[in-house]
């Protein structure tokens, strides 16, 4: 069974920074891609971030290129989203996911079949 894990959400002034961790389980598959989501209230689920297994490909949505940073250390099987300056927008909950049988980013949630359960991440001004 697979099982996806995240931690490291908190509060955070404006400016500030948060490393996410996703800690997965039980992804024994070749190939695969891990990739972060956010959701705000009233909004739909935005893929912000996704890091393939098979190379390291890595996808960043527009709003977070320069500031977000996703790696992986395959040793510790976790997916880590360095978020730096960051801002009241990306107040959110945050998801990782988990797409199998797969050597290309995805970006959309339906792309994807497990999923954790979501940290809050929330950037006052």
């Known amino acids: 069974e697979v099982q996806l894990v995240e931690s490291g959400g908190g509060l955070v002034q404006a400016g500030g920074s948060l490393r996410l961790s996703c800690a997965a389980s039980?992804?024994?598959?070749?190939?695969?891609?891990i990739g972060w989501f956010r959701q705000a209230p009233g909004k739909e689920r935005e893929g912000v971030s996704c890091i393939t297994s098979s190379d390291g490909s890595t996808y960043y949505t527009d709003s977070v290129k320069g500031r977000f940073t996703i790696s992986s250390d395959n040793a510790k099987n976790t997916v880590y989203l360095q978020m730096n300056s960051l801002k009241p927008e990306d107040t959110a909950l945050y998801y990782c996911?988990?797409?199998?049988?797969?050597?290309?980013?995805?970006?959309?949630?339906?792309?994807?079949?497990?999923w954790g359960q979501g940290t809050q991440v929330t950037v006052s001004s």
């Open positions: 996911a988990a797409a199998v049988h797969t050597t290309v980013v995805h970006t959309t949630p339906g792309e994807y079949d497990y």
């Open positions: 039980g992804l024994s598959f070749d190939d695969y891609a």
